[in-house]
């Protein structure tokens, strides 16, 4: 006797929970794959494409509004959102479309403009060139990294301010890895976010930034150096360390010590 084929209840709205959904929830917190989930159900099948307000969100999801703005922010940094489109109100239509890697259908989303998704390719490609220079960063750039590019780029930050805080937040990085040699690279982009934040509310001289540059080079080589005799492992090896530096070296290289 051969068993009757599942069927749905209710076919109406139905969504394919598979992989997609599998990997968001490892990769979300709690709030953040709840929304996750609510576009999900909601969402168009052929675009991935919710249209909604933040206030309708707040609402049926029962959270405030605020709390709304920052999983959905987690979303986009984890690379599961890809267009995160509000307006500055929150009863503003806005729209929400998760990635093509979680989504489970084939999509027919209407493109961006040619000339807009050129200039953001540039400027994520110029974002991934400034990364890649500073040896402290580990050479590998993620979707998240991307998505958090194209955030900057939809924000109008230039491009100059984002490499100034790849070259001051690698500056602390050099100075806390002389105290500790134990410091890893650094992984993610997302950790000079809040240093573009910090830039943009400091008034620091111009003059700053090529002193910096300055002393980097010397960081950057005695990095090289001992990570290099890391990796082959070699027993006995002395791996560079405070004593070989200059003592004005050891300065803390904030803005604050440069800045007017």
Not at 23 to 39: E, H, P, R, T
Not at 100 to 108: I, N
Not at 125 to 140: E, N, P
Request: include cysteine; proline fraction near 4%; hydrophobic fraction near 35%.
């Amino acid at each position: 006797m051969n068993a009757s084929p599942l069927r749905l209840k209710n076919t109406r709205n139905w969504f394919a929970a598979g992989l997609e959904v599998q990997q968001a929830m490892n990769m979300l917190s709690d709030g953040a794959f709840k929304i996750f989930m609510y576009v999900c159900l909601n969402a168009r099948r052929d675009s991935g494409v919710l249209r909604t307000t933040q206030t309708e969100l707040a609402r049926n999801l029962k959270k405030t509004n605020g709390t709304i703005r920052k999983l959905l922010h987690e979303m986009e940094s984890a690379g599961i959102c890809c267009q995160n489109r509000f307006t500055n109100s929150s009863v503003g239509q806005g729209t929400i479309q998760i990635a093509p890697s979680y989504w489970p259908y084939e999509t027919d989303a209407p493109e961006s403009s040619p000339h807009s998704d050129s200039a953001a390719d540039t400027f994520v490609l110029d974002v991934k060139k400034a990364l890649a220079a500073r040896a402290c960063v580990r050479q590998s750039f993620s979707t998240a990294d991307e998505v958090l590019a194209r955030q900057w780029f939809s924000r109008g930050i230039p491009l100059e301010r984002i490499r100034q805080a790849i070259l001051l937040g690698c500056s602390r990085k050099y100075v806390s890895w002389r105290n500790n040699a134990a410091h890893g690279p650094i992984s993610s982009l997302a950790y000079f976010d809040p240093i573009v934040d910090e830039i943009e509310h400091q008034k620091i001289e111009s003059d700053y930034w090529g002193y910096l540059q300055f002393r980097i080079q010397r960081h950057e080589k005695l990095w090289t150096v001992s990570h290099q005799k890391e990796s082959r492992s070699e027993p006995g090896v002395k791996h560079a360390s405070n004593s070989e530096l200059e003592p004005n070296d050891e300065a803390d290289e904030t803005p604050a010590s440069k800045s007017a």
